[in-house]
């Protein structure tokens, strides 16, 4: 791999993928080497080009705006693998329940299209793969490079976590051509693309990476899920939810990130990492995984029984329920895998008619629900509003909003 030393010598990247992965890593190397991103998406390209980024996260459109960015989009993926020292594989691994595993195939298209117009490119995926993957891909493509290294992003500030790297981990898999050497070439580019001076690299083995990124992101779920119980049990007790994990978090061995009860995890990656993690113990003992993964599920099932049990309450059984936002966070567009969704469709089993407010939406159903544009008339035919997240245009109708929010969105 060539690597920076003097202007002439850039490196140049290119990067398939277009999502958060893919754009913040592009953006982060785009200061210092020549990248292309590749989309199927004409879209996402045309948006890209002209200096605006497809996805909600401020920091990547400022860096787009700067003009500081040696930094291209395209559709043509051939032409951008075919002048490439580096290939970065960023594109989606959606877990497919009927196989109970992530669905790898646009990685396997990725890797077999690179390698096959630029043999002497180092391919580094970014994607997130079950455990053994990148062996077995290194295997069937003996003599090239490759390596994988796992993402460690927040959505809506995936660019600020690559800026600021908690760590930076390459994972060199034993059949694969590529050396410690190209790893650490690698990791260099990520740091030096880095604001943070000398952020933590480890080189271990591409299995091992592989483990690193499941079993962290389950930590992340398995401590959602704890703290909903929490939410839970004080609910059912008549106790003060805020106080009891105000009074358990200010333990410094504890902390306070990741206590903010909510539906249950969801998202891009929390929910499909988890089920992954889970398929790929096999017959290994565990019961902590796939309780994390039930406690999940109860969680949603719990929500939409404390939203019938409560409509009983007041008279109004058989009512309409408002569902607002289906995002997981604020201020984000984001709610693939979002828990409020499988609360609705408890509720609509149920026979409940459910209207959602969603302004990132723009079609007029969704879930087989009605999408309402107009807030005011969502407040007013609702009978109750349930609410993952609050907001301040909630504020007039708190007396009929149901929510697990303690902190207003902070702590999650």
């Known amino acids: 791999m060539q ?25 982060l190397l785009a200061t210092k080497s020549d990248v292309v991103l590749v989309d199927v998406v004409p879209e996402k390209v045309d948006l890209l080009n002209s200096g ?23 559709m043509d993926a051939e032409a951008a693998y075919r002048d490439a020292h580096i290939i970065i594989v960023a594109v989606p691994t959606n877990y497919d329940d009927a196989t109970g595993y992530f669905d790898t195939s646009f990685v396997d298209d990725v890797v077999d299209l690179a390698f096959g117009v630029n043999p002497d490119a180092v391919i580094v995926i970014k994607s997130t793969i079950p455990i053994g993957f990148t062996e077995r891909i290194a295997a069937e493509h003996p003599g090239r490079k490759l390596l994988f290294s796992p993402e460690f992003l927040r959505e809506g500030k995936a660019l600020y976590d690559n800026l600021h790297p908690s760590r930076i981990i ?82 410094p061995r504890i902390g306070q990130n990741y206590c ?4 249950g995890y969801g998202g891009y990656c929390l929910p499909k990492d988890t089920k992954q993690l889970l398929a790929d113990f096999g017959s290994i003992p565990q019961a902590l995984i796939g309780a994390v993964v039930e406690s999940n599920s109860k969680r949603k099932e719990h929500i939409a029984t404390r939203v019938k049990e409560i409509l009983r309450e007041q008279g109004s059984e058989g ?64 009978d109750i509003v349930i609410a993952n997240r609050l907001h301040d245009e909630l504020e007039d109708i708190m007396h009929k909003v149901y929510t697990r929010d303690c902190f207003r969105g902070a702590g999650l």
């Open 260 to 263: 903010n009860p909510s539906f």
């Open 52 to 74: 605006r980024s497809p996805i909600d996260d401020a920091d990547i459109q400022r860096a787009l705006e700067s003009g500081k960015l040696r930094f291209r989009a395209t």
């Open 170 to 251: 390459v994972g060199v898999p034993a059949a694969s051509a590529a050396t410690e050497d190209d790893a650490q070439v690698f990791a260099r580019l990520l740091a030096e693309g880095a604001e943070d001076s000398d952020p933590p690299v480890i080189i271990m083995g591409s299995t091992e990476a592989e483990t690193v990124k499941l079993f962290s992101n389950t930590y992340l779920a398995t401590r959602v899920a704890f703290f909903n119980e929490l939410d839970t049990y004080a609910e059912a007790k008549g106790l003060d939810p805020a106080l009891l994990i105000e009074g358990v978090t200010l333990d």
């Open 319 to 382: 009512g309409t329920v408002g569902a607002y936002r289906l995002t997981m966070k604020l201020d984000s567009d984001n709610f693939r895998s979002s828990a409020i969704q499988d609360v609705i469709a408890y509720l609509k089993s149920d026979g409940y008619t459910v209207l959602i407010y969603e302004p990132t939406l723009r079609d007029e159903s969704f879930l087989g629900c009605e999408v309402v544009e107009d807030i005011d008339r969502f407040k007013d035919v609702s």
């Open 3 to 27: 690597v920076i030393s003097k202007d002439k010598y850039r490196t140049r990247a290119a990067i398939a993928g277009a999502g958060y992965v893919g754009l913040s890593v592009a953006c």
